[in-house]
């Protein structure tokens, strides 16, 4: 008989990951979509910076990013990655591998048009992470993009989402004496059937 209750029940490792993330929006005082999202270089250095997870769909997660950044080209370049939720609140943190897809389409455009005019006109003006002269380059830049393109951009070619759809998914839960609850989802690959299995602290 299976030992997952509570917090950790149920059939659906997407359900249970959007259940813990509804319970961080009433606790976390910032940013509680936020992932430490790791990936690879070229030579198979790792790297891993902040981003915010916008949507976790029935069979996937996905955020959004400039495609010309450093995190879009290792993303694409090695086609898997890896994130962190982690929750000082909650004391909880779920960890996930898998594959990376772009999304591209119509997604994009819609998430693109609900962000604030500031942050649209922002995502046409920034080079991310090329190098960069100054703040008021960037501040002049913004101001040639906000004229020419107006108050309504269209979203830009070199930005959009990725999705990574995941091989293994973990759960972890803060338990007394360090002895914390750990319960891990693996599959072999998207689509296939979860095998779940607790783990040693």
């Given at each position: 008989?299976?030992?997952r209750t509570?917090?950790?029940?149920?059939?659906?490792?997407f359900?249970?990951a959007?259940?813990?993330?509804?319970?961080a929006?009433?606790s976390?005082?910032?940013?509680?979509?936020a992932i430490?999202?790791?990936?690879?270089?070229?030579?198979?250095?790792?790297?891993?910076?902040m981003?915010?997870?916008?949507e976790?769909?029935?069979?996937a997660?996905?955020?959004?990013?400039n495609?010309?950044?450093?995190k879009a080209i290792?993303?694409?370049?090695?086609?898997?990655?890896?994130?962190?939720?982690?929750?000082k609140?909650?004391?909880?943190?779920?960890?996930v591998?898998?594959t990376?897809?772009?999304?591209?389409?119509s997604?994009?455009?819609a998430?693109?048009?609900s962000?604030?005019?500031k942050?649209?006109?922002?995502?046409?003006?920034?080079?991310?992470?090329r190098p960069?002269?100054?703040r008021?380059?960037l501040?002049a830049?913004?101001?040639?993009?906000?004229?020419a393109?107006?108050?309504?951009?269209?979203?830009?070619?070199?930005?959009?989402?990725?999705?990574?759809?995941p091989?293994?998914?973990?759960?972890?839960?803060?338990?007394?004496?360090r002895?914390?609850?750990?319960?891990?989802?693996r599959?072999?690959?998207?689509?296939?059937s979860?095998?779940?299995?607790?783990?040693?602290?």
């Open positions: 008989m299976s030992d509570g917090i950790f029940a149920g059939d659906d490792p359900a249970i959007r259940e813990w993330l509804a319970e929006e009433q976390e005082p910032n940013d509680p979509n430490a999202l790791a990936t690879v270089d070229a030579s198979g250095l790792p790297n891993v910076r981003v915010l997870l916008k976790i769909e029935p069979a997660f996905v955020f959004y990013t495609y010309e950044s450093a290792e993303l694409e370049q090695a086609g898997k990655a890896a994130f962190v939720m982690h929750w609140s909650l004391r909880r943190q779920i960890r591998r898998g990376i897809t772009r999304e591209a389409g997604q994009a455009d998430y693109y048009a962000r604030s005019l942050s649209r006109l922002g995502a046409w003006a920034s080079r991310q992470s960069l002269s100054s008021a380059a501040m830049e913004v101001a040639k993009i906000t004229a393109k107006g108050p309504n951009p269209p979203r830009p070619p070199f930005w959009g989402g990725f999705r990574l759809t091989v293994e998914i973990e759960f972890w839960a803060d338990g007394a004496f002895l914390h609850d750990r319960f891990v989802w599959r072999a690959e998207p689509g296939e979860w095998n779940i299995q607790r783990l040693n602290p």
